[in-house]
Each structure stands twice: as C-alpha cells, then as structure tokens.
C-alpha cells in the first residue's frame, strides 16, 4: 500500500476484518457465537467511552487484546484539569473490565514536534483479567455515570452550548417564540456562564506599539518595544518615513519635471 508521502505500508493479513459497532454498545455483541473471543483489537472514541463500562468485552475480546481508547487531550473546550480527569476516568474504567494501562505504548505513536497522539491503550489479558478487577475494587455506579462524557462537557466552565433544559424549551415550543421571564431578564436562556479572558500580561519591554501584543523585544534606534520580526520591519519604515525617508522620490520627480521642461 502506498501512502500519500510515498512510503509503503505493509498489508493487512487475508484475515484482517474491521466491525463498526452500531450506537457504541458492545452488549449488542453479547451471546453472539460470531463474536465470541473474536477481536484482537478494539478502538473507543472519546465520544464512547462509557461503554467501557459494559461487561460484553470479556466475552468478545482474545484472550489477549488491546483497547485502545481516544483521550481528552485535544478537546480544547475543556479545561487541562479536565482533560486529566477524562483520562484519568479511561484508566479506570479499563480496570473494571480487566485491562491494564500501558503508558508505553503511547510513546511510539507521534504527531508532530514529538507531539503523542492522545490514545490511551489498555492491554487485557484474560489470565489476569479478575485480579485487576478486584483490585480496582470499582465503586458503586451512578445513575449519571453513564453520560461520562456529557457530565464532563456541561460541568465545564469554558463550555458555551445550551443546555439541555434550553434545547428541550426550543423543541416544545413547535417554532413559536420562547416566552421571556417575567420581569423581561433573559438570562435562563444563555448557556453556562463563560469567564471573561484574563488581560494579556505585559512582555519584558511591555507592549508592542505596533501589535498590542506583549514585547519581547526593544528598537534601539526608536526606543520603542516590538513582538516580532513583523512589527520591527513595520516599525523601521515608519521611522524611515518619518525621518523624511520619502524626500528623496519628492525630489527626482521634480528634477524629472524640470528636465523635460527644459527640453
């Protein structure tokens, strides 16, 4: 197989199957002869985590297999406590059907700038499947565990979506308006509250009078502070022509005229 960068990939054994699972439920798998210990591998979204939580895996699963799940990392909406925390709930998750996170397996797998990709993989062996069980001693679920992933997102502070509340009001108003309070405060219908940006902080020579942005840097000609190479070059030529840098074309325009007045 080629790739778009020319190099070449090995191919998949005759063997090789892929089985999309329908509405991420791995129970619909369960007590099906088919898929009795048929996968090796299998790949969870970040969207499906909370089918971790089924049992059906130790029955589809080999004997040895790796799940591999998607994290939080590039979830940018959330905050990076929360984003570790997502993570943080995959691992355990995996223990409770009896897999063992391998941090190790991550380290091979690159982006860009020795960026990893965000997988989290989850090694199962069924020879130690219910010791790892039993020593995540899993606590009792809750009724919302389920909607892992939704409670992560509405509990967010940086999240800006209606709420569900809000939707369901849309939905039962059949197309009409939906009616203001009372005393005409339309706060209710605005989603979460998102916090106001932090002001930017001034860089060692404060802020680049070209940009705005903080400046690192300082014009020892102009004594004004500067971003980047962009802001300098622009900072130059304003000098420049501030110091009479256009006289010169001023002047060879008028001698022009003169010239060809002489002629």
């Known amino acids: 197989l080629k790739s778009g960068g020319g190099t070449t990939a090995p191919l998949p054994p005759d063997d090789f199957k892929i089985f999309l699972v329908e509405g991420e439920d791995v129970s619909s798998l369960q007590g099906k002869r088919r898929f009795a210990n048929l996968f090796n591998l299998a790949v969870v979204s970040n969207a499906a985590t909370q089918c971790l939580q089924q049992p059906a895996w130790r029955e589809v699963l080999q004997p040895e297999a790796w799940v591999v799940c998607e994290g939080a990392d590039f979830m940018l909406n959330l905050h990076k406590d929360e984003r570790k925390a997502f993570n943080d709930k995959i691992v355990e998750l995996g223990k409770r059907i009896g897999c063992e996170h391998d941090a190790s397996q991550r380290r091979r797998f690159k982006l860009y700038n020795d960026v990893e990709y965000p997988l989290h993989f989850l090694r199962y062996d069924s020879t130690k499947a219910d010791q790892i069980i039993a020593e995540s001693n899993p606590p009792a679920a809750t009724e919302n565990e389920d909607g892992m992933l939704a409670d992560t997102l509405s509990q967010s502070t940086l999240d800006g979506r209606p709420t569900e509340d809000q939707l369901q009001a849309v939905r039962s108003s059949d ?46 000609k102009t004594g004004h502070p500067y971003a980047n190479v962009a802001a300098f070059k622009e900072l130059r030529a304003k000098d420049a022509a501030e110091d009479g840098g256009g006289e010169p074309a001023e002047s060879a325009r008028i001698e022009g005229e003169s010239s060809t007045d002489a002629t």
């Open 175 to 220: 197309g009409a308006d939906v009616p203001l309070p009372a005393d005409g405060d339309i706060t209710e219908l605005k989603g979460p509250a998102v916090a106001a940006p932090e002001a930017p902080k001034p860089g060692p020579h404060g802020f680049c009078v070209i940009t705005g942005l903080p400046a690192k840097y300082k014009d020892p």
